[in-house]
């Protein structure tokens, strides 16, 4: 039976990627912090859908935490077929505040972490010579929105890099980039949803089943929805003035909702 180790899978986005990947017939790996959360989710997928559950308590922004998650990964008599890094949290601060204690932590969750474990699962996959790494980028990578929007474009950069260096070796690296999704990422920044157009909004499981099946067909980025593919395919090839202006905007309104 096929394995898969979701981080954050026990909310939005990671608990959409859990069931989908138990709906494939993955057992399954889920890591966060909140411990009967985790139980929770473990019991409901495992009654919905039959398959082993097992859960690792853990705070990515902590490395002495990482080690248990290394180890699980590496296991050669229990294979990790599937890696998604996807556990996160919005930014709401400012680039020019004293104290960057929540900067920090965002970069040990959604950059060091992801660095640390992708090498894990890709030192074993390789040495199966198969295998899967999702990285949970955003397209905030192409719309400059404080550091938030540099961690995602790390994601997106690192996970090209890793495709590259994976290449021929039977292992597959893709970054999938979502617009908006309605999970509690907005709510626990404390910053209100914002309010967009319909078309901007995502629904997470769709943002998974794009993820997986990018992944399986040799894809290096997933954007769901064809609306996104077309906003990043103009982003990404508009003049770099007239994407600043456009990110400008978002910063100011950001800015005047406090
Ligand atoms: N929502 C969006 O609009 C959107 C769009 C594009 C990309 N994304 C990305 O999608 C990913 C998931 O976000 P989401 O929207 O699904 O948020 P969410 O509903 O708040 O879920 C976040 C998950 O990550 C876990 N987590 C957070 N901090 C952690 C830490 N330090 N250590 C271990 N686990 C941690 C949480 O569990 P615990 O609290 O129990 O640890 C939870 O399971 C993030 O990388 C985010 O940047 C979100």
Redesign the pocket.
Known sequence: MATALV?????????AFATELAERGYDLVL????AS??DEVAIELRDRFGREVETLR????VRD?LDPIIDRLSDAARPVDVLVN?????LNASLLAEDVAIQE?AMD??CT?VLILSGAAGRAMKARGQGIIVN?????AWIIKGN?SAI?RWVLTFTQALALELDGTGVQATAV??????????E?AGVARPRLPGWAW?D?SEVARCALDAAAAGKTIAVPTRKWRAAVWFLEHCPQALSRAVSSRITKSRRSDG
């Not at 980039?177 to 907005?186: D, F, I, R, S």
């Open positions: 981080t954050g899978g026990t909310s939005g986005i990671g608990k890591v966060a912090r909140d959360r985790l853990a705070d990515l922004a935490d996807n556990a996160g949290f919005g932590r969750v959604m972490a949970v980028s955003s397209v905030s938030y995602k980039c979502p617009g908006w999704v309605k999970t509690e990422l907005h626990r995502v997470a």
